[in-house]
């Protein structure tokens, strides 16, 4: 409860105090890391529990030890810390976002501007990206309130020029007027501090292309399908672990310097690499059954072993092996 509830409560009870002793009883049962709460859960079992009532305390209560009195609240809110080169790297990124969600950010801000003026406070349009389910971090939120600042008195944002920004991504404003507008070249694509690659890395990588290219013709494997079996939601993109072990598992060894490689050529903000274009560039997205062959010989040897059940175990293991 807050201070005033423990207090009036207090009151009510006839229990006084000078001040000083007042406050250091507050601030020994503020321990949800604010300085408006109290617990008085853990007040009252220290003045009336169990152990002074009845000479019995926790220690007898083994449940105790699964089921505390008290639970700091969790929450399960991740902060954002995303780091933008320019105003374009986040626009880029909230339209990504939009395309993905299938949404029209302009609905969220719409409610806020009664009188259709076009601009709301900064503290609305904050709360309309975070219901569009697209949080941003301080620095975007800078960035943003200072090119989108609106000409009005105290901190507010033109979200109507805002969204018709982020919108591009679906259509052009004034399309109707204009029919050699060209439409779909709005930037999806985001940088977020990611350095780019080098000219050495980059020929590394195109070797890498080059012989996983081989080695999926060699042995005729759809390599499509075991990316896929680790990318349930089908988003075509993948961890760099998970990206290299399904590489080990295809029979392509790769080591840990070239998976970073390939996530600095092939990778988006969040570090997970886009498979999809890793394979469309290593041409494993059209497999072909009946390809050309060399017409060479055959080299396996067919060797029978046989064995008599669990008597000859060796000879059952060479077989198995």
């Known amino acids: 409860m807050t201070k005033d509830q423990f207090l009036r409560v207090l009151d009510l009870l006839r229990i006084t105090a000078p001040h000083h002793i007042l406050q250091a009883l507050m601030k020994r049962y503020m321990d949800k890391g604010n300085v408006d709460e109290v617990n008085y859960v853990d007040f009252c079992e220290d003045i009336d529990g169990a152990e002074q009532l009845f000479g019995v305390n926790q220690g007898f209560n083994h449940s105790t030890s699964y089921f505390p009195k008290t639970q700091a609240r969790q929450s399960n809110a991740e902060i954002v ?9 986040v626009i880029a990124r909230i339209s990504m976002k939009s395309k993905q969600q299938g949404i029209r950010i302009s609905e969220f801000f719409r409610d806020f501007d009664r009188l259709r003026s076009g601009y709301i406070t900064a503290a609305q349009f904050r709360i309309g990206l975070t219901m569009a389910k697209t949080p941003v971090s301080q620095g975007e939120f800078q960035m943003l309130s200072q090119v989108f600042k609106a000409p009005k008195e ?25 029919n050699d507008i060209a439409i779909g070249a709005a930037r999806t694509q985001t940088i977020y501090g990611r350095r780019e ?25 759809d390599a499509t399908s075991f990316f896929q079996d680790r990318d349930s939601l089908r988003h075509f993109k993948v961890t760099p672990k998970i990206f290299r072990q399904v590489l080990n598992t295809l029979g392509f060894q790769i080591s840990e310097e ?10 988006n903000e969040d570090n997970y690499i886009k498979y999809n274009e890793f394979l469309k560039d290593a ?14 010989k055959s080299t396996y040897k067919d060797k029978f072993t046989d064995f008599n059940g669990e008597q000859a175990h060796e000879a059952l293991m060479t077989k198995v092996k």
Do not use: M
Not at 161 to 166: N, P
Not at 258 to 267: E, I, N, R, S
Not at 283 to 296: D, M, R
């Open 81 to 89: 810390r995303n780091s933008p080169d320019d105003i374009e790297d």
């Open 258 to 267: 070239d998976v970073q490689a390939v996530a600095l050529v092939y990778g």
């Open 283 to 296: 041409n494993c997205l059209e497999y072909v059954i009946h390809g050309p062959t060399t017409n060479a």
């Open 154 to 178: 105290g901190e507010h944002i033109k979200w109507r020029e805002f969204s018709d920004k982020v919108d591009e991504v679906f259509t052009t404003k004034g399309l109707e007027k204009n």
């Open 197 to 221: 690659a080098t000219q050495d890395e980059r020929d590394r990588v195109i070797e890498i292309v080059a012989g996983f290219r081989e080695e999926i013709r060699r042995n005729r494997l």
